[in-house]
């Protein structure tokens, strides 16, 4: 089998440059995205026959929940991949990820609070939900400040990856702590085996709004992406012929 | 094995050892993560007894009674096999109604009966616009039935 492709990866002038170029292709349709579930899910959408128009706050912060999953898995993936095929730009992919992770953390907890409040009759209560989605929070956090607090770029990166896979155990912890254990927060009514119990016109835009967040995401690692390899590879002589 | 290998055994190796020692964590501490207990769960005994708590289940149709005049409110939660009637004074969430599950915080008399001093909602999963809530609603004689989705998408198949 042919690994070119793969080894190709390795490579930081090739993941500078390819990311330069995906950057827009994920930047527009994420705008175009968003503005459609935007409007498809705060004018077209009709409200709810319990919580009235206070259910639209769900056209962010599921999508926010749903990303903050999905970068944390994206960034132990990245880690491991770093850890044991000793791969610069995995590291990187890694580190990149984390400040936008912890960005839709935070999001989706604020959202849930003003929501809580109204709904469940408290801002936060210690659920097994909430809390594993604390723990993620803090979890990014934590593997911020452990790349932050080592000096030497090549242990920074072997130990905050080591904390990334290790917290990896929170995410079916997130995932299934409303079916494992009695808890306040509802069930999921999208991302579950069997039928959405959303009605078409509330279900597409929640569906495009995680499409525009994901593509959000993807955008802004590339992004990222870029400026961390520009760090690591600052002596580089190939960056000096792509710069200047 | 190659140092790349044997990287790959001790990564995964940490990762099953993290995970094996979790699961057993939450096992052991099942109780605790336990947000609260069902009615069916207090009569077996897994409640703390002679603790504070939390009781969650259904507003039993038909059981909500208030004081005139007053903030007390007297109701039954059900899990639809046991009921646990409930004793509050204050105010409740707006999501409180019949048929709507609740988490009530408090502590179980020696009569029985709970007495709560918060109580919270808790939403369901399902959602849907007022007319089909509305319909379904007619169809049923007044009440929303226990499984909402799947009356609507019969309420769509009609």
Same mark, same amino acid.
């Given at each position: 089998m042919d690994w070119t492709w793969f080894h190709k990866f390795g490579?930081?002038?090739?993941?500078?440059?390819?990311?330069?170029? #995906?950057?827009?292709?994920?930047?527009?349709?994420?705008?175009?995205?968003?503005?459609?579930?935007?409007? +498809?899910?705060?004018?077209?959408?009709?409200?709810?026959?319990?919580?009235?128009?206070? @259910?639209?706050?769900?056209?962010?912060?599921?999508?926010?929940?749903?990303?903050?999953?999905?970068?944390?898995?994206?960034?132990?993936?990245?880690? @491991?991949?770093?850890?044991?095929?000793?791969?610069?730009? =995995?590291?990187?992919?890694?580190?990149?990820?984390?400040?936008?992770?912890?960005?839709?953390?935070?999001?989706?907890?604020?959202?849930?609070?003003?929501?809580?409040?109204?709904?469940?009759?408290?801002?936060? $209560?210690?659920?097994?939900?909430?809390?594993?989605?604390?723990?993620?929070?803090?979890?990014?956090?934590?593997?911020?400040?452990?790349?932050?607090?080592?000096?030497?770029?090549?242990?920074?990166?072997? =130990?905050?990856?080591?904390? =990334?896979?290790? +917290?990896?155990?929170? $995410?079916?912890?997130?995932?299934?702590?409303?079916?494992?254990?009695?808890?306040?927060?509802?069930?999921?009514?999208?991302?579950?085996?069997?039928?959405?119990?959303?009605?078409?016109?509330?279900?597409?835009?929640?569906?495009?709004?995680?499409?525009? @967040?994901?593509?959000?995401?993807?955008? $802004? #690692?590339?992004?990222?992406?870029?400026?961390? $390899?520009?760090?690591?590879?600052?002596?580089?002589?190939?960056?000096?012929?792509?710069?200047? | 094995m190659t140092p790349r290998r044997r990287r790959l055994v001790l990564v995964l190796g940490i990762l099953a050892g993290v995970s094996i020692a979790g699961a057993l964590m939450l096992r052991s501490f099942n109780e605790n993560v336990m947000f609260f207990f069902d009615p069916s769960q207090v009569a077996k005994g897994e409640a703390p007894v002679g603790k504070r708590f939390r009781l969650g289940g259904m507003v039993k149709p038909g059981s909500v009674q208030r004081a005139p005049g007053s903030l007390s409110l007297a109701f039954v939660v059900t899990d639809f096999k046991l009921d646990v009637p409930v004793r509050y004074e204050g105010v409740v969430p707006d999501l409180f109604r019949e048929n709507q599950g609740v988490v009530a915080h408090g502590t179980l008399r020696g009569d029985g009966v709970f007495v709560a001093d918060e109580i919270l909602a808790k939403h369901d999963e399902n959602y849907m616009p007022p007319e089909v809530a509305r319909a379904i609603k007619e169809k049923h004689g007044g009440v929303m039935p226990v499984d909402p989705s799947k009356a609507a998408k019969e309420q769509a198949a009609r």
């Open positions: 490579s930081p002038p090739h993941v500078y440059r390819l990311a330069g170029v #995906l950057t827009p292709w994920f930047a527009w349709p994420a705008v175009a995205a968003i503005l459609a579930g935007l409007y +498809g899910g705060l004018v077209l959408a009709p409200p709810d026959y319990q919580q009235g128009d206070g @259910f639209r706050i769900i056209y962010v912060h599921a999508p926010s929940a749903w990303l903050s999953v999905m970068i944390y898995a994206t960034m132990a993936a990245a880690a @491991f991949v770093g850890l044991v095929w000793r791969m610069k730009v =995995a590291h990187a992919v890694a580190a990149s990820c984390a400040g936008i992770g912890a960005w839709f953390t935070a999001v989706s907890l604020v959202t849930g609070m003003l929501w809580g409040k109204p709904m469940w009759g408290t801002y936060w $209560v210690w659920d097994p939900r909430l809390t594993a989605q604390l723990i993620l929070l803090l979890l990014f956090f934590g593997y911020m400040a452990l790349r932050a607090g080592i000096d030497d770029l090549g242990r920074a990166d072997r =130990a905050s990856a080591v904390l =990334a896979v290790v +917290g990896l155990v929170n $995410v079916p912890i997130i995932r299934f702590s409303v079916d494992w254990w009695n808890s306040i927060h509802q069930a999921p009514s999208v991302m579950k085996l069997g039928r959405p119990t959303m009605p078409m016109d509330m279900l597409v835009p929640l569906l495009l709004m995680l499409l525009g @967040f994901t593509l959000y995401f993807a955008a $802004v #690692l590339m992004v990222r992406l870029r400026a961390e $390899v520009l760090r690591r590879e600052r002596n580089a002589s190939w960056l000096k012929e792509a710069v200047l | -």
